[in-house]
Each structure stands twice: as structure tokens, then as C-alpha cells.
């Protein structure tokens, strides 16, 4: 059997276009919805956010306020670390020359005697750049020299001088720059030598490998 719409057109059509308004409008309240659900929780992410924010800027707060309070603390931290720096540059390549005697009396020949010894340090300028020992590793930069005048029985006596010298860690480059005798034949020699020190012959302090 066969159905037949007895609805004038016009009805039919404004019927249609309600049903199509219903369905619009039902969408519309759908996508309302939804952006009042997003702008919901947004609200409460900035709201989390400036909570988060104030906080930290809170414990920021705390932090500058302890960081100052040790400042001070900071202040003699970096003034000790500048007078050790001074003292370093101070005692740059110091000798200890109660040791060189000790070591000039160890090693100088029973015939023969000294008048006369003198040491020097190549001088540094405090508050510059230390001064570099002249070129080379530590067992050869030289820091200073020492000269020595003295009576000697035979020149055989003053080269055992010389090379016993040059025994001595840091003390190098052994010379003579004259030997006289004193009379004739007499063999008693009045003489004057030097020699170079090294880094070696620095104290440790001087080396500044320890206090």
C-alpha cells in the first residue's frame, strides 16, 4: 500500500526549516558548552599559574634576603684570597739562605776557607704579574746567583770547590773569575766564583707548590 502526503507543500518546508533551525541551534549550545567547559579550566590553570608565580617570587624574595646577609661573608672571602695573593707574589722564588750555608759548610774543601759570600734573588714587583724566572723548566730558570771569595791551598782544592758546588740541588753553572796566588810558589791561592740558582734552590713556599 501506498503513502500519500496530504500536507500542502508550504507546510512541509516550513517544517524542514524548523527542523533544520533545532538542529543549528542544538549545535550552537553543544560548541557553547564546550568553550564554557575550556574557559572553565583555563581560568583555573592561570589561577594555578599566578598561585605557582606569587610563591616563587615569595622564595625569590627570601634568597636576596639571605644572599645579603652573607655578603660579608663574601667581602672576607675575596680579601683573604687577595692578601694570599700578595703573599704568593711576596715570597716568589725565596731561598733560604740559612740552608745555603749549611749547605756552603757541607761541601767546601777542609783546605781552604771563605772571606766573603753574597746571594741575590731576581727581584719581583709586588701587585704586577710575578716576575717569570729567566726561561726554561725549574731545573734550569734561573732566580738569582751567588758569589764567594776565599783562600784555597792548590788549585786542585779549587776545582774540588767548584764541582761540589754544583752538588747542591738548584745550584748551577759553577765559575771562577780569578785565582791568584799569593806568592810565589807558596800554592795558596786567593780566588773569587759564582754560580746560578734555579727554581730548584727555592724554598717550597718560594715555588709556590706549598704553604
Same mark, same amino acid.
Given at each position: 500500500?501506498?503513502?500519500?502526503?496530504?500536507?500542502?507543500?508550504?507546510?512541509?518546508?516550513?517544517?524542514?526549516?524548523?527542523?533544520?533551525?533545532?538542529?543549528?541551534?542544538?549545535?550552537?549550545?553543544?560548541?557553547?558548552?564546550?568553550?564554557?567547559?575550556?574557559?572553565?579550566?583555563?581560568?583555573?590553570?592561570?589561577?594555578?599559574?599566578?598561585?605557582?608565580?606569587?610563591?616563587?617570587?615569595?622564595?625569590?624574595?627570601?634568597?636576596?634576603?639571605?644572599?645579603?646577609?652573607?655578603?660579608?661573608?663574601?667581602?672576607?672571602?675575596?680579601?683573604?684570597?687577595?692578601?694570599?695573593?700578595?703573599?704568593?707574589?711576596?715570597?716568589?722564588?725565596?731561598?733560604?739562605?740559612?740552608?745555603?750555608?749549611?749547605?756552603?759548610?757541607?761541601? /767546601?774543601?777542609?783546605? #781552604?776557607?771563605?772571606?766573603? &759570600? =753574597?746571594?741575590?734573588?731576581?727581584?719581583?714587583?709586588?701587585?704586577? !704579574? *710575578?716576575?717569570?724566572?729567566?726561561?726554561?723548566?725549574?731545573?734550569?730558570?734561573?732566580?738569582?746567583?751567588?758569589?764567594?771569595?776565599?783562600?784555597?791551598?792548590?788549585?786542585?782544592?779549587?776545582?774540588?770547590?767548584?764541582?761540589?758546588?754544583?752538588?747542591?740541588?738548584?745550584?748551577?753553572?759553577?765559575?771562577?773569575?780569578?785565582?791568584?796566588?799569593?806568592?810565589?810558589?807558596?800554592? /795558596?791561592?786567593?780566588? #773569587?766564583?759564582?754560580?746560578? &740558582? =734555579?727554581?730548584?734552590?727555592?724554598?717550597?713556599?718560594?715555588?709556590? !707548590? *706549598?704553604?
Amino acid at each position: 500500500m501506498s503513502q500519500v502526503n496530504l500536507l500542502p507543500p508550504e507546510l512541509r518546508e516550513r517544517q524542514a526549516i524548523r527542523r533544520t533551525t533545532s538542529l543549528v541551534v542544538a549545535a550552537g549550545l553543544v560548541v557553547l558548552a564546550l568553550i564554557g567547559v575550556f574557559y572553565f579550566f583555563q581560568v583555573q590553570r592561570l589561577s594555578q599559574t599566578q598561585s605557582d608565580l606569587e610563591a616563587q617570587q615569595s622564595r625569590n624574595a627570601r634568597l636576596v634576603s639571605q644572599i645579603a646577609s652573607l655578603q660579608e661573608f663574601a667581602d672576607l672571602q675575596a680579601e683573604l684570597a687577595s692578601k694570599e695573593a700578595l703573599l704568593g707574589e711576596i715570597f716568589v722564588n725565596e731561598v733560604s739562605w740559612s740552608s745555603a750555608l749549611l749547605d756552603v759548610s757541607r761541601v /767546601i774543601p777542609d783546605a #781552604s776557607y771563605l772571606t766573603n &759570600l =753574597t746571594g741575590q734573588i731576581t727581584p719581583t714587583v709586588v701587585g704586577e !704579574v *710575578a716576575t717569570e724566572p729567566t726561561g726554561g723548566t725549574p731545573e734550569t730558570a734561573l732566580i738569582g746567583n751567588m758569589t764567594f771569595a776565599g783562600v784555597a791551598n792548590q788549585t786542585e782544592t779549587i776545582a774540588t770547590w767548584i764541582t761540589r758546588l754544583e752538588d747542591v740541588q738548584g745550584w748551577v753553572n759553577a765559575w771562577v773569575s780569578s785565582a791568584q796566588e799569593d806568592a810565589p810558589f807558596s800554592r /795558596i791561592y786567593t780566588f #773569587s766564583n759564582g754560580l746560578d &740558582l =734555579t727554581q730548584e734552590a727555592a724554598t717550597a713556599r718560594g715555588r709556590g !707548590v *706549598a704553604p
